[in-house]
């Protein structure tokens, strides 16, 4: 079993162990097929992220407002896999399931705070398409790339800030008994039921948390496309269909994204949730959406693709002016 280590903090003795073992799934037969799988997803996520970010660095006419929140959004998702799906990998295919102490809450940290960048940035998405629909002759003016930078790394602070908090109540507690993580990762809830003194600051925050990653979130994007439908119901119905479409992979991002973590929380408060169902439920809502972002969002809309021609162009002349220059 983990060893213990004990910290003494202003006068109150808090016994933290040396190491948590994280149990991932029990008993299901053949559960490295489904590891397989999340090493496929990564490789797709880093391949479509990377790309995406690539392109919008490249092609100038892409350094907009609203690129910049795409661009923020591709690389949360790829900081937010690269965090996770490596070290579950390295954890239950190699079985290295110890994990120490200070490592498990800097874990819990990333994790937390890339999920919950990925809910705001699509928040800012949805104000961008609010205002785009709602205040057309205005948006150039509103939406500018100050503005968008100053909320993005809002966003960021406030996150990193109420994160850290979380985490550091973890540091408050004592653990003298199971030292079994029932999860795939340091997950926070998980982690403060082992200990042994009083968590109820711990369930405060776990609901704080809840509420500022998918509950507020959730409310303003729903509060937003309220406003737009009102907006669309005005005008003629080919501008309709217009900026409906440009609505509709934003809509479908907001679905993958909140849908999995709604439907799992409601389940746990309202009835019993096995834990391997559990564990399935939040690795798929972790990874999933960071692989099909950039595919929905981005890779199908007109600007990228244009952008990516204009990219393969630049390339082919380059490649036949150096082989030019080779040959003479």
């Known amino acids: ?158 996150l990193s800030s109420v994160i850290a908090v979380m985490v550091g109540f973890i540091n408050r507690l004592s653990f003298c008994g199971s030292l079994v993580v029932q999860s795939f990762y340091c997950d926070h809830s998980p982690v403060f039921r082992l200990a042994c003194n009083d968590t109820s600051i711990n369930v405060v925050m776990a609901w704080i948390v809840f509420i500022i990653l998918v509950c507020i979130p959730l409310m303003l994007i729903s509060l937003t496309y309220v406003c737009i439908s009102i907006a669309l119901a005005r005008i003629a119905s080919a501008e309709r269909l217009k900026a409906m479409k440009t609505c509709t992979s934003h809509l479908m991002l907001v679905a993958i994204s909140f849908l999995p973590v709604l439907g799992t929380n409601i389940t746990a408060v309202s009835s019993y949730i096995h834990p391997n169902a559990r564990i399935i439920n939040s690795t798929l809502t972790h990874t999933i959406p960071a692989m099909l972002n950039p595919i929905i969002y981005s890779l199908k809309t007109e600007e990228v693709l244009n952008s990516i021609r204009k990219l393969c162009k630049r390339y082919r002349l380059s490649n036949t002016t150096l082989s030019k220059k080779v040959t003479s």
């Open 1 to 158: 079993a983990p060893s213990f280590s004990t910290a003494i903090i202003f006068n109150a003795t808090f016994v933290h162990p040396a190491k948590f073992y994280l149990s991932g799934f029990y008993n299901i037969p053949h559960v490295k097929y489904f590891y397989v799988f999340l090493c496929f997803v990564y490789i797709m996520t880093v391949v479509g992220n990377c790309f995406l970010l690539s392109v919008i660095y490249l092609v100038k006419t892409l350094h907009t407002p609203k690129y910049i929140i795409v661009f923020n959004l591709a690389f949360t998702d790829l900081c937010g896999s690269t965090t996770l799906i490596p070290k579950v990998l390295d954890t239950f295919l190699f079985d290295r399931r110890y994990i120490v102490y200070e490592a498990c809450l800097s874990y819990m940290f990333f994790v937390f705070v890339f999920a919950g960048m990925q809910s705001w940035t699509l928040v800012t998405m949805a104000y961008d398409r609010f205002i785009a629909i709602c205040f057309p002759l205005r948006y150039h003016s509103i939406v500018t790339k100050p503005a968008i930078a100053a909320m993005l790394l809002f966003s960021w602070f406030c």
